[in-house]
């Protein structure tokens, strides 16, 4: 019986120097495993929203902050900035005040549809998802500058850039190749 654990007491030290001989320094065959930290650099649901509406000190800020915490902390900037560009503003195309223009803009999220029409706004459907041919620049310059029925301002409404400068792909991943 004293031989079985002896042998069992030498087979693990065996083991163990194998173990030790194999670890030595500058002898490790499994690298360390780095570690790696993520950090959100942009919202980017709404293009231009923080470029037009945020002032140069919180763009950052902007970018990295909850959805949810934008309308408390920028709100009130975002509209200083909306009178500031159009001091005539109203209402706008869609029939909301500054308050509720900003209200919608200042969560920066692009919302969707998932059971109608998917599109930034074509006429009927608004703020209902993205297509890449929607033009966006357009829409949101229309809300800035519109007014009420979209006409005001005619020279302010538009980035005059009406297409991509290549097609858009008929399948995944759709968008147009690189040049």
């Known amino acids: 019986m004293k031989r079985k654990y002896l042998n069992k ?17 500058g002898n490790n065959p499994i690298p360390p495993i780095p570690i790696v930290y993520y950090d959100q650099a942009d919202e980017a649901a709404r293009p231009a929203i923080n470029t037009v509406f945020i002032p140069a ?32 503003y109203t209402t706008n195309l869609l029939g909301l005040t500054a308050d509720q223009f900003i ?17 930034f706004y074509n006429g009927e459907q608004v703020l ?9 620049i357009d829409v949101e310059l229309t809300l800035v500058f519109g007014g009420p029925d979209g006409s005001a301002n005619p020279g302010l409404t538009s ?10 792909l008929p399948s995944f991943p759709y968008e147009a190749s690189p040049w």
């Open 159 to 168: 980035d005059h850039v009406n297409a991509n400068d290549k097609p858009f």
């Open 9 to 25: 007491i030498i087979l693990a030290a065996m083991i163990l120097t194998v173990a030790f001989a194999a670890c030595k320094k």
């Open 128 to 136: 209902t998802g993205r297509n890449l041919s929607d033009d966006v």
């Open 103 to 119: 209200g919608v803009v200042s969560t920066d999220v692009l919302n969707a549809s998932t059971t109608g029409v998917t599109s």
């Open 57 to 88: 000190s919180g763009k950052d800020s902007f970018n990295t902050t909850i959805p949810t915490q934008m309308p408390g902390l920028f709100g009130g900037d975002m509209k200083t900035s909306l009178l500031t560009l159009n001091p005539h």
